[in-house]
T-cell receptor
């Protein structure tokens, strides 16, 4: 069964460092998303990506964040200068079409900023 | 703006008993509604979705949910709880077009008592 894969599963970084979280969406999907879940809180939408550009972003997705689809398979989230409050589980998701279709989620990357 | 409220951060039921997880939404347009389940150390898996077809939606693992516009609710039920149902359950809403992201509730942790 096709699945969304994320690497690494856990990343520890020092405050101020740049991190790149990687995702391989399901191959025939067209829409890609990043969400985050701070420990004990709800899952929050960060950004959606379609046709090689950002489609929508939340207020959380500020200038520190960027997304890229560097090749035909990977979808990355970069945090330029990490802060302690960026510590969270980051989920990548992809869907075949837009809002009325199922978004398939990866298992997440747990980012710990120290 | 859309929002989701899940009543009860923790719900405990006995094995074999009815499961009822409550979700109320707020949306300025007809919404698409989803229930996701998250098992420990895993990503989010879609249980079921409402996309303006039948108001009673059946999903995987014996779960179903009923869309009630008058009550702005989308409660999740299962007639008989199983130990394997213990997990975190998230209600989510999408109201925009295209690649709009999901707005999640805070989640309900379902505990199954033997």
């Amino acid at each position: 069964e096709p699945e969304v894969t994320q690497t690494p599963s856990h990343q520890v970084t020092q405050m101020g460092q740049e991190v790149i979280l990687r995702c391989v969406p399901i191959s025939n999907h067209l829409y890609f998303y990043w969400y985050r879940q701070i420990l004990g809180q709800k899952v929050e939408f960060l950004v959606s990506f379609y046709n090689n550009e950002i489609s929508e972003k939340s207020e959380i997705f500020d200038d520190q964040f960027s997304v890229e689809r560097p090749d035909g398979s990977n979808f990355t989230l970069k945090i330029r200068s990490t802060k302690l409050e960026d510590s969270a589980m980051y989920f990548c998701a992809s869907s075949e079409a837009g809002r009325n279709t199922e978004a398939f989620f990866g298992q997440g990357t747990r980012l710990t900023v120290v | 703006a859309q929002s989701v409220t899940q009543l009860g951060s923790h719900v405990s039921v006995s094995e074999g008993a009815l499961v009822l997880l409550r979700c109320n939404y707020s949306s300025s347009v007809p919404p698409y509604l989803f229930w996701y389940v998250q098992y420990p150390n895993q990503g989010l898996q879609l249980l079921l979705k409402y996309t303006s077809a039948a108001t009673l939606v059946k999903g995987i693992n014996g779960f179903e949910a009923e869309f009630k516009k008058s009550e702005t609710s989308f409660h999740l039920t299962k007639p008989s709880a199983h130990m394997s149902d213990a997990a975190e359950y998230f209600c989510a809403v999408s109201e925009g077009g295209g690649a709009d992201g999901l707005t999640f509730g805070k989640g309900t942790h379902l505990i199954i008592q033997p």
